[in-house]
């Protein structure tokens, strides 16, 4: 059977650090019938001289002169694709050699798919873990899987290849969106089409702290655009206004929040009460949370905090909370040279790197908590165990 061309798409920005792996893991695809088109979006550094250094005529180079961002970019390189199917690649992920070939296969056996993903080997700063987790039912990760994916985005955008015309009949990336924009670009192409999934990571990430999904004011307006574009169509929005409320508690612009309640009320006024509960709770603890944030990423705050509390030798800590403040105290902890051995949380749905667990499921060798929840007090903590266990709570850091 003739191999239909895959044309890949690359958008990269002042990446000229790592471009060049992205791009020869392309290249040294199993499946090379390919026209790797990359989008540079206005680099000021050597992106462009290092890409042409490879040499291989299937490279397409196209260089904007003014940034306009990755959902510009990657539309730009749909326009210009010659291949009935598209995939992507992000600048600083690397493909294992396999990918094409083995996602082409399904594609080819699975005529109904409009897209095809697979897992990937995510690098974080303490190990590696594969995503999306084995926690997930088969039935929420291929066929119709939209009720799934606004849940929460299971798909990274390099895991993808998709047949060019399901992205002509929904549209490209909206360019509208500055974060999120891949979880609103599959979520059309789920509404609308059969989803197939290989379960076997072909990609190698690594979480990049200046990416665009830093921007947490850009990740608040992409979930309210979701909640207010599917809150008729999904059958529960509790996990994705959960992402929203953990999102609004990282904004300490009082106007900001205003604005955003403006946005959010009138669409969730008249379902679940507790859920309107939560968020006034939310910006009540608005600025002291941001400020913990804030204080606790300072590392001579932390090492205070660790000097004055543990014994790095001798604790084992689980981080009380499996939140964005809680991945943040992880983060800092192990940073100073501490053990975390997991979160804790009432759902044991995995963040990044971390292994969650339920309270009653806490390992007996941990021999400390940190508790990086506002509203917990120490005591509360320590009932939820029966044995004596060390509980620190990170907002003492506020009284230094």
């Known amino acids: 059977m003739e191999k239909n061309l895959v044309s890949v798409v690359i958008p990269t920005y002042n990446r000229g650090d790592c471009i060049k792996y992205s791009v020869e893991s392309v290249l040294n695809q199993t499946y090379s019938n390919i026209e790797c088109i990359i989008v540079d979006d206005g680099s000021t550094d050597d992106t462009k001289k290092i890409i042409e250094s490879i040499v291989d005529n299937r490279i397409r180079y196209i260089y904007l002169s003014d940034n306009g961002g990755p959902s510009r970019a990657r539309n730009i390189g749909i326009e210009l694709a010659k291949g009935k199917f598209i995939a992507f690649n992000d600048s600083d992920d690397i493909w294992y050699a396999c990918k094409l070939e083995e996602q082409m296969y399904k594609m080819r056996n699975m005529a109904n798919f409009g897209m095809v993903y697979c897992d990937y080997l995510y690098k974080g700063a303490q190990k590696e873990i594969i995503m999306p987790p084995d926690i997930y039912d088969i039935s929420e990760l291929e066929g119709d899987i939209f009720q799934s994916l606004l849940n929460d985005n299971k798909i990274g955008t390099p895991t993808i290849i998709v047949r060019k015309e399901c992205i002509q009949d929904v549209g490209g990336f909206n360019e509208n969106l500055k974060s999120l924009e891949d979880w609103e670009f599959v979520l059309r192409i789920a509404s609308k089409y059969s989803i197939g999934y290989i379960h076997k990571p072909l990609i190698k990430a690594q979480y990049s702290t200046n990416g665009i999904n830093s921007n947490i004011r850009a990740q608040l307006d992409t979930l309210v655009y979701l909640i207010k574009k599917y809150h008729e169509q999904c059958v529960s ?46 910006v009540r603890k608005l600025q002291k949370v941001r400020q913990l944030l804030a204080d606790f990423s300072k590392p001579d705050s932390v090492k205070q905090f660790v000097d004055r509390y543990i014994k790095k030798d001798k604790e084992i800590i689980a981080v009380y909370g499996a939140g964005v403040a809680g991945i943040s ?40 908590i940190v508790s990086s929840i506002l509203s917990e007090d120490i005591g509360a903590i320590q009932a939820l165990y029966h044995r004596e266990i060390k509980v620190l709570n990170i907002f003492d850091i506020l009284n230094y």
């Open 237 to 282: 929005l509790k996990s994705l206004k959960k992402i929203f409320f953990d999102k609004l508690s990282l904004i300490d612009d009082v106007q900001c929040v205003e604005e955003v309640k403006k946005e959010i009320v009138p669409v969730i006024e008249n379902e679940e009460f507790d859920c309107l509960m939560d968020y006034a709770v939310q």
């Open 329 to 368: 105290t992880a983060y800092n902890l192990i940073k100073q040279g501490c053990r975390v051995e997991c979160l804790i949380d009432k759902s044991e749905k995995n963040q990044l790197e971390f292994q969650v667990v339920k309270p009653e499921n806490l390992s007996k060798d941990v021999t400390m």
